[in-house]
């Protein structure tokens, strides 16, 4: 979806930084009793109610994590607030509030801002988040936002990636690769538009992974549903960086092994098409793409009935001994090592 454009350009100088955050946060409103004191001081007050505070932080830097030729600002700010709503989620929390930081240069006006924000703003919403505070500052590089996220979970639901066990089954959410290959379509696009600006691409066959480029989804329904089916993991983390490199994670915390499936690997019609368009392995792409923010987990042998048939949860392996090692089991029944290859934001390539 394309945003309005704004002939305004309302200078940042005009408002100055107090200003600026009145401005952009008059729209937020408090909405949970936690919240005692929210913008407007130097700090936020929030009140749990003995249960343990979940916060996490995360930050978007222009050019490495986000390209504005494609990425509309309203759906930048929806995603940033997104990318760490899932952290919170991946503790089997409940989120709460978020503070939002933001570095900006001066080619940005005003009426952009209110665009970026206004992302914030809806996020925000749907997921029942008070937005408490934040920063802004200049920068000579382009745009950075960094969002700090706090939520709550009472001790004994509290899930961490320390706890899996052989014999655990490994289950993941959603489906795996639509972020990955949103961004392959949106770059070769990009491509294109410089050879011959005024071509006007089709994207309609790709919708789906565009949308899981541009805006994701935290899995907060998902918290919901283990509650519901009376399901605690022995471990959680989310998809942030790739499949192959949460796994590892689980594993070294865990001091356990894995055994993968890959024909168990949860992929979107529309993933597996064009990656046959761009000759990419599904396999592959599904591993080390990264940017799904579905939530991996390892769940007791014990609840698989609960969670058997339930489309939003797929059984993709198994946890072994650590002796035994972490493999990818081939749809041949080859046994491969599973090495991480997924994104590093230092290097900015996946």
Same mark, same amino acid.
């Given at each position: 979806?394309?945003?309005?454009?704004? *002939?305004?350009?309302?200078?940042?100088?005009?408002?100055?930084?107090?200003?600026?955050?009145?401005?952009? &946060?008059?729209?937020?409103?408090?909405?949970?009793?936690?919240?005692?004191?929210?913008?407007?001081? #130097?700090?936020?007050?929030?009140?749990?109610?003995?249960?343990?505070?979940?916060?996490?932080?995360? +930050?978007? %830097?222009?050019? %490495?994590?986000?390209?504005?030729?494609?990425?509309?600002?309203?759906? !930048?700010?929806?995603?940033?607030?997104?990318?760490?709503?899932?952290?919170?989620?991946?503790?089997?929390?409940?989120?709460?509030?978020? &503070?939002?930081?933001?570095?900006?240069?001066?080619?940005?006006?005003?009426?952009? !801002?209110?665009?970026?924000?206004?992302?914030?703003?809806?996020?925000?919403?749907?997921?029942?988040?008070? =937005? =408490?505070?934040?920063?802004?500052?200049?920068?000579?590089?382009?745009?950075?936002?960094?969002?700090?996220?706090?939520? /709550?979970?009472?001790?004994?639901?509290?899930?961490?990636?320390?706890?899996?066990? *052989?014999?655990?089954?490994?289950?993941? /959410?959603?489906?795996?690769?639509?972020?990955?290959?949103?961004?392959?379509?949106?770059?070769?696009?990009?491509?294109?538009?410089?050879?011959?600006?005024?071509?006007?691409?089709?994207?309609?066959?790709?919708?789906?992974?565009?949308?899981?480029?541009?805006?994701?989804?935290?899995?907060?329904?998902?918290?919901?549903?283990?509650?519901?089916?009376? %399901?605690?993991?022995?471990? +959680?983390?989310?998809?942030? #960086?790739?499949?192959?490199?949460?796994?590892?994670?689980?594993?070294?915390?865990?001091?356990?092994?894995?055994? !993968?499936?890959?024909?168990?690997?949860?992929?979107?019609?529309? %993933?597996?098409?064009?990656?046959?368009?761009?000759?990419?392995?599904?396999?592959?792409?599904?591993?080390?793409?990264?940017?799904?923010?579905?939530?991996? +987990?390892?769940?007791?042998?014990?609840?698989? #009935?609960?969670?058997?048939?339930?489309?939003?949860? &797929?059984?993709?392996?198994? +946890?072994?001994?650590?002796?035994?090692?972490?493999?990818?089991? &081939?749809?041949?029944?080859?046994?491969?090592?599973?090495?991480?290859?997924?994104?590093?934001?230092?290097?900015?390539?996946?």
């Amino acid at each position: 979806m394309l945003e309005d454009k704004n *002939p305004r350009r309302t200078p940042l100088s005009e408002l100055g930084e107090f200003k600026l955050i009145d401005h952009l &946060t008059a729209q937020f409103e408090i909405g949970h009793e936690s919240t005692l004191k929210g913008i407007g001081d #130097d700090a936020a007050i929030l009140n749990f109610d003995g249960n343990n505070v979940v916060v996490s932080t995360d +930050m978007l %830097v222009e050019g %490495v994590h986000f390209d504005l030729s494609y990425m509309p600002l309203k759906h !930048l700010g929806y995603k940033a607030v997104m990318v760490n709503l899932s952290d919170i989620y991946a503790m089997n929390a409940k989120a709460t509030q978020i &503070t939002v930081s933001i570095a900006v240069s001066n080619r940005f006006p005003l009426e952009a !801002l209110e665009v970026l924000y206004q992302g914030i703003a809806t996020a925000a919403k749907l997921y029942n988040i008070d =937005v =408490v505070g934040g920063d802004t500052t200049s920068s000579t590089t382009g745009l950075i936002i960094s969002v700090t996220a706090i939520g /709550t979970v009472e001790k004994d639901k509290q899930v961490l990636r320390s706890g899996a066990q *052989p014999n655990d089954l490994l289950v993941v /959410t959603g489906d795996l690769g639509g972020a990955y290959m949103g961004l392959q379509v949106l770059e070769r696009e990009k491509e294109v538009f410089k050879v011959n600006p005024k071509n006007q691409p089709d994207l309609s066959m790709y919708t789906y992974i565009i949308e899981r480029q541009l805006k994701p989804e935290a899995r907060k329904d998902i918290v919901e549903l283990l509650e519901k089916l009376e %399901v605690k993991p022995t471990s +959680m983390i989310d998809i942030s #960086d790739g499949l192959s490199s949460e796994i590892i994670h689980l594993c070294k915390q865990s001091n356990v092994g894995v055994d !993968l499936y890959e024909n168990k690997i949860p992929l979107d019609p529309q %993933v597996i098409s064009t990656c046959e368009e761009f000759n990419i392995d599904s396999t592959t792409v599904a591993l080390n793409g990264g940017e799904d923010y579905e939530l991996l +987990m390892t769940i007791a042998q014990k609840d698989y #009935d609960k969670i058997k048939g339930n489309p939003n949860l &797929t059984v993709i392996g198994y +946890m072994t001994d650590k002796e035994k090692g972490m493999h990818l089991v &081939t749809r041949a029944e080859e046994r491969i090592p599973i090495i991480a290859k997924g994104w590093n934001a230092l290097n900015n390539q996946p």
